[in-house]
């Protein structure tokens, strides 16, 4: 059977927690022993988030305009698509998944004039009180 299991980038970094590295890596190894069962006898697909890693990492890319301008968004998608493969590809296998395994950076095309641009719903990075975006 082909089961479809979808971790939301708020799954590896939550809300109040610092966002380093090793905390993410955490989330990602309890995800990836429970997945390991999931996938015995299965075939096993899964689709993760990446949001608050790109919002992190597009204030990481922005903080200094004398080292580099920064990247465009679909860059920092990539790069955090690929950080998050990685480690879950690395975990799978350290918690024993012993297949195959591949991570996919995805790309996404979009209408220009959609008229969702007007409106957005899901944004990217931190949310700021009046005064502190001041």
Same mark, same amino acid.
């Given at each position: 059977?082909? !089961?479809?299991?979808?971790?939301?980038?708020?799954?590896?970094?939550?809300?109040?927690?610092?966002?380093?590295?090793? !905390?993410?890596? /955490? /989330?990602?190894?309890?995800?990836?022993? @429970?997945?390991?069962? !999931?996938?015995?006898? %299965?075939?096993?697909?899964?689709? /993760? &988030?990446?949001?608050?890693?790109? &919002?992190?990492? @597009?204030?990481?890319?922005?903080?200094? @305009?004398?080292?580099? $301008?920064? =990247?465009?968004?679909?860059?920092?998608? #990539?790069?955090?698509?690929?950080? !998050?493969? =990685?480690?879950?590809?690395?975990?799978?296998? %350290?918690? &024993?998944? #012993?297949?195959?395994?591949? #991570?996919?950076?995805?790309? $996404?095309?979009?209408? #220009?004039?959609?008229?969702? *641009?007007?409106?957005?719903?899901? *944004?990217?990075?931190?949310? =700021?009180?009046?005064?502190?975006?001041?």
């Amino acid at each position: 059977m082909r !089961i479809v299991v979808a971790l939301g980038g708020n799954a590896l970094l939550r809300r109040g927690e610092k966002p380093d590295a090793d !905390i993410q890596l /955490h /989330h990602v190894r309890r995800a990836a022993q @429970a997945l390991v069962a !999931i996938a015995e006898g %299965n075939e096993l697909v899964v689709c /993760h &988030g990446n949001g608050p890693q790109v &919002g992190l990492l @597009a204030l990481e890319s922005a903080t200094d @305009a004398s080292l580099s $301008t920064p =990247y465009p968004l679909d860059v920092l998608g #990539a790069q955090t698509q690929g950080m !998050i493969g =990685y480690w879950l590809v690395q975990e799978l296998r %350290n918690a &024993g998944l #012993a297949r195959p395994l591949v #991570a996919v950076v995805t790309q $996404t095309v979009v209408e #220009a004039a959609d008229p969702a *641009f007007t409106a957005p719903t899901k *944004f990217v990075g931190p949310v =700021y009180d009046e005064p502190t975006a001041r």
